[in-house]
């Protein structure tokens, strides 16, 4: 199976003004994604801790909904590393549901 990439964004400065503009822009785009058959990256831009629990919620339960297709996030700049987290998922087919955060400090947050 295929894996779509969901480049999510621009990332608005407060967590709840962000949470509602990816319901308004871009869960229609992932569903319409979904639709295709493929399995689904969501590539978000790095931000603070408060951002990543309406993240995970969103990931968490699109995998659910699209079960048996997978949905995952990345939290990351656009770099290699961002990029190779992504297509290392696309060949992990027992990873579902998950947000993983990218940002090169091993650990420590942007």
Same mark, same amino acid.
């Given at each position: 199976?295929?894996?779509?990439?969901?480049?999510?964004? @621009? $990332? #608005?400065?407060? &967590?709840?003004? *962000?949470?509602?503009?990816?319901?308004?822009?871009? +869960?229609? /785009?992932?569903? =319409?994604?979904?639709?295709?058959?493929?399995?689904?990256?969501?590539?978000? @831009? $790095? #931000?603070?801790? &408060?951002?990543? *629990?309406?993240?995970?919620?969103?990931?968490?339960? +699109?995998? /659910?909904?699209? =079960?048996?297709?997978?949905?995952?996030?990345?939290?990351?700049?656009?770099? @290699?590393?961002?990029?190779?987290?992504?297509?290392?998922?696309?060949?992990?087919?027992?990873?579902?549901?998950?947000?993983?955060?990218?940002?090169?400090?091993?650990?420590?947050?942007?």
């Amino acid at each position: 199976m295929a894996q779509a990439v969901l480049v999510a964004g @621009p $990332l #608005a400065a407060a &967590p709840l003004d *962000a949470a509602a503009a990816f319901h308004a822009a871009d +869960l229609p /785009r992932a569903r =319409a994604l979904l639709e295709q058959g493929d399995d689904l990256a969501i590539h978000f @831009p $790095l #931000a603070d801790h &408060p951002y990543r *629990a309406w993240r995970l919620a969103i990931v968490q339960e +699109l995998a /659910r909904e699209a =079960a048996p297709r997978r949905v995952n996030g990345v939290e990351g700049h656009d770099d @290699p590393a961002t990029a190779a987290t992504i297509a290392w998922l696309a060949d992990a087919p027992a990873i579902t549901g998950q947000l993983f955060a990218v940002d090169g400090n091993s650990g420590s947050r942007a």
